[in-house]
């Protein structure tokens, strides 16, 4: 088989599943280490033109670009089976943790080994914005963008809309001036758009039988409405993870509770998903300590929405989590790639990425500066200075040694283990 050739490829990026914590942000960093510095899969430019198209998407980002670097190497084939490999081990996890859940012992789920994790997140992630930085920045335009853009996802990080708004926004300013990028040649003039509408085909009629399923009251309806929301989720969805778990709360535990839904489904309370406010947070939060993607909490979503209905429907519910959640990401990416690809032969386009690079890489300071708030570093406490040696320590081996990623996990991580004795 073809495939048989990308062997050592597929291996490192099952390490890479298992190994990756600190969500999209760390993510980043721990592939440009991975794919770039130690296997030469891609270069720097590659993986920082793959982060600003996806950017532009809504959906996993991290998901997508590793995505995309498994269709630069074995097409579409290699780029599904590197997805499904990316994102089994923390969907498989995720949805086991929603049968352990009254196992769980909830006072534990911040401390122990993953103490250390979101500092170490946090020096991936400073990693990332330092080498993208040379990539980048190399003009005044460009540094005026990488002002406004650090301060404004800063102030307004928890807005979903920022990030999409911004990188349109880095596009259309380094379009004023065609002097440093001028038209050359003829561009294409025919691109095809027509695969993208299966992903519109998908979204309509998951919709439609959706909302039939749920006026007509069908037996065993739940599972169908589980795929729409969280479809919907995956189709939406800007600025990852910290946007999809609020919705996903608004979606499965305020709205089942308002007097507009319990009308509307008055006699029909047997089929509405609805996901207890503790066990949400339960799960919101060990999301965070897994490796992976952020996404894969709708294993877990899924699991809790089928749980009353007995395990095989809880197993179903976790498989349609998982797989509705991250389908629209890769119909997207790998539909509209070639299409952004053939974009970049017109002289607007590369002024346009011009901008979002250096938009993302804005977007990557204000991530690492709002990503510290949360941990103590200013406090005058042991765990403060193991916090700021984590987080330069994590930079400096990255940045001056071939030390591999998983090293690094492996360390935090024994040294939380250390701290909880």
């Known amino acids: 088989m073809v495939l048989l050739r990308h062997t050592k490829f597929l291996r490192a990026v099952f390490i890479h599943s298992i190994s990756a914590f600190g969500g999209p942000q760390g993510h980043f960093g721990m592939v440009m280490k991975t794919f770039v510095h ?6 720097e430019q590659e993986v920082l033109d793959y982060n600003s198209f996806c950017q532009l998407l809504p959906g996993a980002s991290s998901t997508q670009v590793l995505t995309l670097i498994g269709y630069k190497r074995g097409g579409i084939p290699l780029a599904v089976l590197t997805l499904l490999i990316w994102i089994f081990p923390a969907c498989f996890l995720m949805g086991a943790f929603s049968f352990l859940l009254e196992y ?3 006072r534990s789920e911040s401390a122990g080994v993953f103490k250390f994790i979101q500092p170490m997140a946090v020096g991936f992630l400073a990693f990332a914005a330092t080498k993208s930085f040379r990539l980048a920045i190399h003009n005044t335009i460009t540094r005026v963008i990488l002002a406004v853009s650090t301060v404004a996802t800063f102030f307004l990080f928890k807005t979903p809309w920022i ?14 001036s065609d002097k440093r990028i001028p038209q050359k040649g003829q561009p294409p003039k025919k691109i095809k758009w027509g695969n993208i509408w299966l992903f519109a085909i998908i979204f309509m009629a998951a919709g439609i039988v959706s909302e039939m399923a749920r006026k007509n009251d069908w037996p065993n309806r739940r599972p169908l409405n589980l795929f729409e929301n969280t479809y919907r989720f995956g189709s939406l969805v800007f600025g990852g993870g910290q946007v999809l778990i609020p919705m996903m709360y608004e979606q499965y535990v305020e709205r089942p509770k308002s007097e507009r839904v319990i009308r509307k489904n008055q006699d029909k309370k047997g089929n509405v998903i609805q996901v207890n406010r503790d066990d949400f947070y339960t799960g919101a939060g060990i999301v965070r300590a897994i490796p992976g993607p952020v996404f894969s909490i709708a294993s877990f979503m899924g699991g809790m929405a089928m749980k009353d209905r007995g395990t095989p429907w809880q197993v179903l519910g976790c498989m349609i989590g998982s797989i509705a959640i991250f389908l629209p990401s890769a119909l997207l990416v790998l539909f509209f790639f070639p299409i952004w690809h053939n974009l970049q032969r017109y002289a607007v386009v590369f002024r346009a990425i011009e901008g979002i690079n250096a938009v993302v890489v804005g977007i ?5 500066a709002y990503m510290m708030k949360d ?8 765990v403060s200075l193991l916090n700021i040696v984590v987080i330069l320590g994590t ?4 940045s001056f040694t071939r030390l591999p990623s998983p090293a690094i996990v492996f360390i935090c991580l024994l040294l939380g283990w250390v701290w909880s004795l």
Do not use: Y
């Not at 130690?38 to 270069?43: A, E, F, K, L």
């Not at 990030?163 to 379009?175: H, S």
């Open 38 to 43: 130690q296997r030469h899969d891609v270069t």
């Open 104 to 106: 769980f012992d909830q």
């Open 163 to 176: 990030f999409p708004i911004l990188i349109v926004a880095g596009g259309v300013v380094t379009n004023l």
């Open 364 to 368: 990557m300071v204000a991530s690492t």
């Open 375 to 382: 941990i103590s570093i200013t406090e005058f406490k042991t």
């Open 395 to 398: 930079w400096l081996i990255l």
